[in-house]
């Protein structure tokens, strides 16, 4: 499994990090996990495009996670690429035909590209044929517990607390040629996540404070710090830490997050950057 850090980010406006967009390729497949504000642009600048990923998988539905998911699928769209197939939450259903229903926010967009002489000669001239068809990617509304199967992969779905009870809000644990890697999304302090996480080979965990920042006792247990994430981390056996998600705040004390990490930890720490690329 390779997996490319899209991006590495937080709600924030950041030109160091994108929000939150991973890729893994495995065989034949690429699949996102996020797709977040920036993660297209990323995306392009990787050496990929939007018709290279064929899978996306969304952890939560905070915009930072996935803003770029219209975009994507526009993009894809435009040069002619299968259906997406996405997975996620409820209500990404409601939100896709939001986007690309006959009457959603793009319908303007999308009569003028399909219906006009003008655009339909272009689509033409690119070997498209008519009549050009609407969007449509396949969207598979999921929960906890439920399984994704791919082509000599598997994805198991842990839901950790994190915006309920207004979002569900998902962690997976994807699985291929004998290995496993854990993408929390941003999750909570939680037991059942933690026994999730058991025996992993990479577990790449959402980091919002550090060590010794003060917060609500309401977002004390929804943020662990660095050291907290990697004690769960040490408990549960996982053979590397990967963190992500940093604010803008956050980078210069990168080093002071890594060293309280791999205090508790014990094992190879890091903090994931954008366009950087690992092997699960």
């Not at 959603?104 to 002489?117: K, P, Q, S």
């Not at 549960?236 to 997050?257: C, I, S």
Request: a negative charge; proline letters at 7%.
């Amino acid at each position: 499994m390779k997996l490319t850090f899209l991006g590495t980010g937080s709600p924030e406006a950041y030109a160091r990090r994108a929000s939150s967009g991973y890729l893994l390729e495995i065989g034949n497949d690429r699949l996102l996990f996020d797709c977040g504000g920036g993660v297209v642009d990323r995306l392009i600048s990787s050496g990929r495009s939007p018709a290279d990923v064929t899978h996306l998988v969304l952890s939560h539905l905070h915009s930072d996670h996935m803003l770029d998911y219209p975009r994507l699928v526009h993009g894809a769209w435009d040069a002619g690429a299968p259906p997406l197939l996405v997975w996620g939450p409820a209500p990404i259903a409601q939100i896709t035909d939001g986007y690309f229903g006959r009457s959603g926010v793009l319908r303007w967009d999308l009569m003028a590209r399909t219906e006009l002489a003008p655009s339909q000669a272009v689509w033409k001239a690119r070997g498209g044929t008519l009549p050009r068809p609407w969007p449509t990617p396949k969207v598979t509304e999921i929960g906890a517990g439920d399984p994704i199967e791919g082509d000599g992969w598997r994805i198991e779905t842990c839901e950790v607390p994190h915006a309920q009870p207004a979002l569900m809000c998902l962690a997976f644990r994807i699985f291929a040629g004998g290995r496993s890697l854990v993408y929390s999304g941003d999750a909570g302090t939680s037991k059942p996540f933690e026994r999730f996480c058991a025996g992993a080979d990479m577990l790449l965990h959402w980091c919002y404070r550090l060590d010794g920042e003060e917060v609500s006792p309401e977002m004390a247990s929804l943020t662990p710090t660095p050291s907290e994430t990697a004690a769960m981390a040490r408990r549960a056996g996982v053979g590397k830490l990967v963190l992500t998600h940093f604010r803008v705040h956050m980078d210069a004390r990168r080093d002071e997050a890594l060293a309280a990490a791999a205090e508790s930890f014990g094992g190879p720490v890091s903090v994931a950057e954008d366009l950087g690329v690992v092997e699960v």
